[in-house]
């Protein structure tokens, strides 16, 4: 039989049981509390590691390698202005050099500076 408590009044039966239901659910968060303050229960796996020089770079690993957005790697594609492969409808470059490439074709030299 649940103790009553004594912060309360009497209260109906199906009030009880309502309060009776809170406390025990207050425990159960706080033992959760306690578990979570624990660390993880699940193992953390370090994930794989990259080959240091993929033969295919997806959209994401592209941009995390120019240190630009999706979007614009995708704006790219879009405009045809980098090599690029659709292999099962996903946008592929063929390694880090095909994105080289392109820093390459971009680079602008100066020929004149101002003050010289």
Do not use: C, Q
């Amino acid at each position: 039989m649940p103790v009553p408590d004594p912060r309360v009044p009497d209260h109906t039966p199906a009030e009880r049981e309502l309060i009776d239901m809170m406390l025990l659910l207050i425990d159960e968060v706080r033992l959760l509390r306690e578990r979570m303050a624990d660390g993880p229960t699940v193992p953390t796996t370090a994930p794989p590691k990259a080959e240091a020089d993929p033969k295919m770079l997806d959209v994401n690993r592209a941009a995390g390698y120019l240190g630009v957005l999706t979007s614009f790697i995708r704006n790219l594609v879009a405009r045809r202005s980098v090599v690029h492969y659709k292999l099962g409808g996903r946008v592929m470059f063929a390694g880090r050099t095909s994105i080289s490439s392109l820093i390459r074709t971009s680079e602008i030299f100066l020929t004149w500076l101002p003050g010289n």
